[in-house]
């Protein structure tokens, strides 16, 4: 069985807890940990695990909403972290990988086995130095994950078909994030080719997946101020033909509960 539950989600951390289980044990995993080592614990009790039952952690990108509490949580839980050679670098330049942890270097070229989880990750167009996303899969059913880029491709677009379950970033609503608050030069950085998905771009990139096999579909990474949870689950909802409430919402404070596939 393959089960997977949010503890944070948007930029002001994100991280999402996933498990493998089989009839004699479970692998669990972080897929990255973008919060405090005490905050990371006291979600994760909210879900009904504790730091010492994850096996490792897999890094999607550098951005601190993303890895600011990786090494932090994985030296306190001797787990490995996994993330690619560029991602490896750009923590190193900001003095962020602790020695003693153990690193595992992974590529959009080659899947991983962390016990009973494969894990393939897949290359992304973002601003950062190596950013992947990840495919966990417990041997028959397979849960993507996609936030953080600025626009869909082809190669995302065959990685993600034929998944059970995507957790997929709706950030903004794009009169929203034009009329907002930001400045001229983070609006266009957000709604450019290596930022992020607004609603209408995740409408469009779930309408031309494959997606007979779909049985959960989150929207994640919303921003607060140009996005509101409504309008992420209705550009979804077009997008699959189904009614605004069959598709769940990851939020900041309290990400999402246990999904099973
Ligand atoms: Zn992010
Ligand atoms: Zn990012």
């Known amino acids: 069985m393959l089960r997977f539950a949010s ?43 504790q730091g010492s039952d994850i096996s490792a952690i897999l890094v999607t990108h550098e951005h601190g909403d993303h890895a600011g509490g990786v090494f932090d949580f994985a030296a306190a839980h001797g787990i490995a972290v996994y993330l690619t ?3 490896r670098a750009a923590l190193e330049a900001e003095g962020k990988v602790l020695d003693g942890v153990k690193v595992c270097l992974v590529s959009g070229k080659e899947p991983a086995a962390i016990g009973a989880l494969e894990v393939r990750p897949y290359t992304v167009p973002h601003d950062a130095r190596e950013p992947v996303q990840y495919i966990l899969s417990d041997g ?23 998944l059970d379950a995507l957790v997929l970033e709706c950030n903004y609503e794009l009169d929203l994030l034009w009329a907002g608050p930001y400045p001229k030069w983070l609006k266009s950085r957000i709604a450019g080719p290596f930022g992020h998905l607004d609603n209408r771009q995740s409408e469009g990139l779930l309408g031309r ?3 007979s096999r779909l049985k ?5 990474h919303l921003s607060r101020h140009n996005n509101t949870p409504a309008l992420a689950r209705a550009a979804l909802a077009r997008a699959l033909g189904c009614s605004d409430d ?4 990851a939020s900041q404070e309290d990400g999402f509960d246990w999904r099973s596939c």
Request: glycine share 14%.
């Open 7 to 49: 503890l944070a989600s948007g930029s002001g951390g994100n991280c999402l807890v996933a498990e493998a289980r089989d009839a004699a044990s479970g692998t669990r995993v972080l897929v990255d940990c973008g919060l405090n080592l005490t905050e990371t614990e006291r979600r994760l009790a909210r879900v009904g695990l």
């Open 85 to 87: 050679y560029g991602t």
């Open 140 to 162: 028959s059913a397979r849960l993507g994950v996609l936030t953080d880029i600025g626009c869909s491709t082809p190669h995302v677009e065959q990685a993600l078909s034929g």
């Open 209 to 211: 997946v494959e997606r």
């Open 216 to 220: 959960h579909v989150v929207g994640a």
């Open 246 to 249: 069959w598709i769940g919402i």
